[in-house]
């Protein structure tokens, strides 16, 4: 691996764009109107991969509404990067407002490995957030349904996430339901 100070802050992608490209967007259950679709996200928009650079285009501001990001340096930044991009299994993707050169949305897909169900892969949500000012413009929808087709495509036997109460309408939209099973954490630093 290389040093992470050596790495710059750039466009390379966390993992291959073609995957996004490739998915099967008639297999996708959500109604769009106007149509959107990985391709096509709107008007001065695109979704892609999170790349280095996206430090320095509010990736972590937008983040920030959703919970505490603390202070993270470029250095932190680039190392945390590389070491997603080595492991092959974080899928972090964005939308970017390429007028403003601002990330405006973020989802996060996590593949784990499993040794059970046949040695299969289980797909995580994490960190879905679009930024005040671009909600209500399907953004939301559109980053669900891209990470849970690219989940399908990935051959995950199964994808869950957790959320408030007031989210589960959300994402029963996309197919999931509210499992039997308790969430349990314990924290121990924020
Ligand atoms: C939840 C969130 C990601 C939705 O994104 P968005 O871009 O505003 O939503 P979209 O425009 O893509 O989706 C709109 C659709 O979802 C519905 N919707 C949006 N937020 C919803 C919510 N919290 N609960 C239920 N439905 C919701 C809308 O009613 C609309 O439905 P329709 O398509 O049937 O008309 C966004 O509001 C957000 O970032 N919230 C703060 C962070 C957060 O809570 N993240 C989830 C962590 S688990």
Not at 6 to 12: L, Q, R, Y
Not at 132 to 147: D, F, H, N
Not at 158 to 187: D, H, W
Request: with cysteine.
């Amino acid at each position: 691996m290389m040093p992470a100070a050596t790495i710059k802050a750039d466009s390379t992608p966390l993992y291959d764009p073609c995957l996004l490209q490739g998915l099967d967007w008639t297999q996708n259950t959500v109604t769009f109107s106007p149509a959107i679709s990985p391709a096509d996200p709107g008007e001065g928009l695109v979704l892609r991969p999170l790349c280095p650079a996206d430090i320095n285009r509010g990736f972590l501001k937008v983040l920030s509404q959703l919970t505490e990001t603390g202070i993270v340096s470029p250095e932190q930044f680039i190392k945390t990067f590389e070491r997603m991009k080595n492991s092959g299994d974080y899928y972090v993707t964005v939308v970017e407002d390429t007028k403003l050169q601002e990330i405006v949305a973020t989802a996060t897909l996590v593949i784990e490995h499993k040794f059970t169900h046949s040695c299969a892969k289980r797909g995580r949500i994490e960190d879905v957030v679009v930024s005040g000012e671009c909600r209500g413009k399907q953004l939301g929808k559109l980053l669900m349904s891209t990470l849970t087709l690219l989940s399908k495509r990935l051959n995950c036997y199964k994808i869950t996430l957790e959320c408030l109460p007031k989210n589960v309408a959300f994402y029963t939209k996309f197919g999931y339901s509210v499992s039997e099973e308790n969430y349990m954490s314990q924290r121990f630093f924020n």
